[in-house]
């Protein structure tokens, strides 16, 4: 390759951008390989449960957006791919939060599990 | 300029010949793993309900999982979707060398993953006495993970398939699409580890 085509292939956006992913990918790797030891710190953490549990979803979700939006290039592809990918993702994270809310309600404990929440007296007069 | 740096201008982001300017293969793909989406927020949601109300005689998952093991399987899988993002990134500079170290590398982690995920459940049967059918703790801890390991074997499956196509001398730059998209389904297969390896394993241990 001349010189002249060595600057135009660093002037060309396209080309550049290929150059460069190499080392975005690798500092992503190793931020993503940080915070899963994070996440395991944290379970050890002497803290409230919600505090915990909101911390390693919150992990997670960064981990989860790093890798579609720059492993999976959603970074830099048309937007119809993100909507397209988020459609599917939200109908199963709201089919999920449904689920759970509806499960965790008190009204759905199964009857044996009721039964063995019950104060003993109460369970041997009934 | 030479062929290898005009080659080196496709872009790979962006096809004019389609009405959405972009390639259908991996429209194609991204609507699949929309679909999947749903299917592991089944899985997961159903895991999640039994462990809400476990039956009497569950057994104590915090005895029974091995978080060191479990967290070396995910360290594992990330270093995996970097070694295929870096294939993707090879082959759409029409570095195909590259490309083939980047996938073979691929898919030994994509081995070793599996290959701790056949000790675990070994384990677990063995030496922990948890089945698919004595608890409901087993039946959907191993539906759930053993589908996502599915998904890892066809696509350690695919990889070894597009490694040894790339030796026929029919995979070039213009070919990256195919090698893009086989990345869309590695990718992922290793998001839904990451929300198996906080829902199913770290919230036990809370």
Known sequence: MSASDSASAVHDPVQSLVQSKFWIFVQIAMLLAVITGLELVTVYLPFMKWLLVGVLVVLSAVKFMFVIFYFMHLRWDKALCTILFFIGLVLASGTMWALLKLFGADASKPLTMALADRPVAVRIVS | ?206
């Open chain 2, 1 to 206: 300029m030479s062929s290898q740096a005009a080659a080196a201008t496709l872009d790979h982001h962006h096809d004019p010949t389609t009405s959405t300017g972009i390639p259908n293969k991996k429209l194609l793909m991204w609507a699949f793993l929309a679909s999947d989406c749903m299917f592991f927020g089944c899985l997961i949601s159903t895991h999640l309900i039994y462990r809400l109300h476990p039956p009497p005689g569950t057994p104590i998952a915090r005895q029974v999982f091995s978080i060191e093991l479990t967290s070396f399987s995910t360290f594992i899988l990330l270093m995996s979707s970097l070694m295929m993002a870096l294939a993707v990134n090879a082959i759409q500079k029409g570095n195909l060398k590259s490309m083939r170290w980047s996938l073979l590398t691929t898919i030994f982690f994509g081995c070793i993953f599996l290959g701790c995920q056949v000790f675990e459940f070994n384990t677990f049967v063995h030496e922990k006495h948890l089945t698919i059918t004595n608890s409901i703790l087993g039946t959907t801890f191993f539906t759930l993970t053993g589908t996502h390991g599915l998904h890892v074997l066809i696509g350690v499956i695919w990889l070894s398939g597009m490694l040894l196509y790339s030796f026929t001398g029919n995979l070039t730059q213009k070919d990256a699409i195919d090698v893009e998209s086989m990345g869309l389904y590695w990718h992922f297969v290793d998001i839904v580890w990451i929300v198996i390896f906080t829902a199913v394993y770290l919230l036990e241990y809370i």
